[in-house]
Every structure is written in structure tokens, then in C-alpha cells.
């Protein structure tokens, strides 16, 4: 079974100015390139529209009901659940599982796979997710999202799904992209072949609009996006490289402007848009850094090179790196090719 990444139409939707493209006519348009998938990862990436229109709804009434504020649970990852994640990752499970188009699914807050029920058909696709990037941010009502990654199976049958078909490298994957709920709720994709496109809620029809053709990450930029909290216990290639950015040169484009919401989503969002470089380096506390390879490098990842930006530990290519273990951290560089090259120098020592 082929997990080569999917090939959109070669020539890509052109719309007319004030022509309406809605996202399910858009990827049907791009379903005719790829045949062979019988609509599956079509009906996937529908799936998701739908699941984040519904996380949509309830953000945006989150302050007039009982659903801000923590749980009183732990999840996974040492942390306390807040009562929208609990929602989202059920929002997810639930539109998901009964599909017949996945065989497993992983979640940022599961521990281990999630199988699909007996009662239901398996398919041959595969989705891991973190149902809500930047919880923490939720009750001071700052953006944050839903961040997804799809895989063909490598697992023979019609069973569920295992471990294994979970534990892939970024660069297998056919799909990938984030929901944003900001100021407007906004769905980004790439299937490959260098087109990342993006789509913007419109509340009063209920349909993801595209507003964002074709996007492409400037070759360099004038932002960078970091936890400066962290700098003193930073490792020297990453405080060097701060101090670089930091220092006046106009030939050089110099200083950046820092920029740092705390929410992955809205940070890598306006890096996609924008430039500059988004990082989260490791520490002397946590030298195998803080975010998640598989529910969040790797799909953001996927699109920031798709892109035409770069992904990085640092040292080796976010999309090459074999994953041991569901839960698995990186250290991540990501964003404007010529801004990534600058920091894996200083980070290698070639600077």
C-alpha cells in the first residue's frame, strides 16, 4: 500500500474576484487528481472542516457558558485539562471513528492509540491530533487551534490500526494543516506538491471560504517568535543566536521585531504569513524540548515547508526524524528558509 504524499491538480483552482469557493467544492475540485483514494482523504479533510466549525461554535460562546476554566484532571503530558480541551478531543474522536475512512487515531491527550470501534468499518487512512493548541490561553480569550496530521496505514488488513502505523516520519505524511479561532476561524491544508491553502469561516453561511491561494512563506523576515522566559536556560547556540537578531544592522535587516502569543497555531499562523522564524530550542531543564513531534512539528512542519520555509530540531530536518514514541519532543525551528539556515548555524557552531 502506497503512503506517497498525495499530488493536488496541477493547476489549482483560479478564482474571479468576489467569486465564492467553498472548502468542499475546492477539495472535491482536487479530488480528481488523485483517483485512486476513492474520496477517503476528500471525505477526511470535509471531516475536519466540520469539526472545527463545531470547536468554532463553542469558543466563540465559551465566556457565556460553563465551559471555560480546568477540569480538575491531568492529562498525559503532566497538565491541567481545561474544560474546551476536553470538548475538542471529543469532537474529534467522535466525528472520526465512525467514518470508515481511519483505522487509529492518537491524541495530544490520550496516552496511547486510539483504536476504532469493533462496531465499525476501518479504513486505510490514519489521524493524529491535538484537538486544542494553546489551552492555556483560553480563559484571556487569546487564539488558539486545532492542529491535524494524516498518514496512509502500513498495517495489513481490515483490522484496526497499530503503534506503528502511528510512529511515522513527517515526510510520509499525505495531509496536514491547523484550524485557527481568532478574530475569524481560519482552516490552512497542504496535501503536497508545494500548495498550502487557506480558508476563513464565514459565520453566516457556516461555510470555510478560500481566502488564502497558494500561500508562500517570504524567503526571510523581519519576526522572530520565542519564549524568551526560557533564554538563560537556553544552550549557547540558541542565546547567540537571540543576540543576533537582536543587534542593529540595517544591511542585514536588523533587529527583528519579537513577536510570541503562546499559542503554536497563532504564532506559526503569522509566520506562514509574514516570515521571520518561529522557535522553541531546548533547555538545560528540557534538552529534548517542549513541543510534540508527531501532533505538532510534524504537521506544521508539513506546511511551513510546503510552503517553501524550513523545519528544524536545530541540528536535523523536523520531517526525517523517526518517532519512538507517541509523545515524543523536539526541539523546533520553523519558518523562513534563509531565517532557519541563519539559527542551524549558530546552533551546529558554524557561527
Same mark, same amino acid.
Given at each position: 500500500?502506497s ?43 470535509? *471531516? ?32 491541567e ?12 474522536i =467522535? ?51 486545532s ?10 488488513g ?63 523576515? =523581519? ?16 542565546r547567540?543566536?537571540? *543576540? ?45 524540548? =517542549?513541543?510534540?513531534l ?30 519512538t ?27
Amino acid at each position: 500500500m502506497s503512503n506517497k504524499a498525495i499530488v493536488p491538480t496541477k493547476t489549482p483552482i483560479i478564482t474571479r474576484p468576489n467569486q465564492v469557493v467553498t472548502i468542499s467544492r475546492y477539495i472535491l475540485e482536487h479530488e480528481k487528481s488523485y483517483p485512486e483514494e476513492g474520496g477517503d482523504l476528500s471525505g477526511l479533510l470535509c *471531516d475536519i472542516a466540520l469539526t472545527g466549525k463545531m470547536i468554532a461554535r463553542e469558543v466563540r460562546k465559551a465566556g457565556l457558558v460553563d465551559i471555560l476554566g480546568q477540569t480538575g484532571t491531568i492529562n498525559v503530558q503532566g497538565e491541567e485539562v481545561q474544560k474546551l480541551d476536553d470538548y475538542a478531543n471529543e469532537c474529534f474522536i =467522535k466525528n472520526f471513528d465512525h467514518s470508515g475512512r481511519l483505522c487509529v487515531m492518537a491524541s495530544e491527550e490520550e496516552e496511547g492509540p486510539i483504536p476504532i470501534p469493533e462496531k465499525f468499518k476501518c479504513g486505510d487512512y490514519v489521524l493524529l491530533f491535538d484537538p486544542l493548541d494553546g489551552s492555556s490561553n483560553i480563559d484571556a480569550n487569546v487564539s488558539i487551534g486545532s492542529i491535524f496530521s494524516i498518514y496512509k496505514r502500513i498495517s495489513e488488513g481490515n483490522e484496526s490500526g497499530t503503534v506503528q502505523d502511528l510512529l511515522r516520519k513527517g515526510s510520509e505524511q499525505v495531509a496536514a494543516g491547523y484550524v485557527l479561532y481568532g478574530s475569524s476561524t481560519m482552516l490552512v491544508y497542504t496535501t503536497g506538491n508545494g500548495q498550502v491553502d487557506g480558508f476563513t469561516l464565514d459565520p453566516s453561511v457556516g461555510e470555510f471560504l478560500l481566502s488564502h491561494a497558494g500561500i508562500k512563506i517570504p524567503d526571510k523576515g =523581519k519576526i522572530y517568535s520565542c519564549n524568551e522566559g526560557y533564554r538563560n536556560l537556553f544552550f549557547d547556540g540558541s542565546r547567540r543566536f537571540l *543576540d543576533y537578531l537582536q543587534e542593529e544592522d540595517k544591511s542585514t535587516g536588523r533587529p527583528y521585531s519579537a513577536r510570541y502569543v503562546g499559542s503554536m497555531v497563532a504564532d506559526v499562523h503569522r509566520t506562514l504569513l509574514y516570515g521571520g522564524i518561529f522557535m522553541y530550542p531546548g533547555t538545560s531543564k528540557a534538552p529534548g524540548g =517542549k513541543l510534540r513531534l508527531l501532533y505538532e512539528a510534524n504537521p506544521m512542519g508539513m506546511l511551513i515547508e510546503q510552503a517553501g520555509g524550513l523545519a528544524s530540531t536545530g541540528t536535523e530536518s523536523i520531517l526525517e526524524l523517526e518517532p519512538t514514541e507517541l509523545h515524543q519532543r523536539v526541539p523546533l525551528y520553523m519558518g523562513s528558509k534563509k531565517d532557519v539556515e541563519l539559527a542551524i548555524e549558530f546552533e551546529t557552531g558554524v557561527r
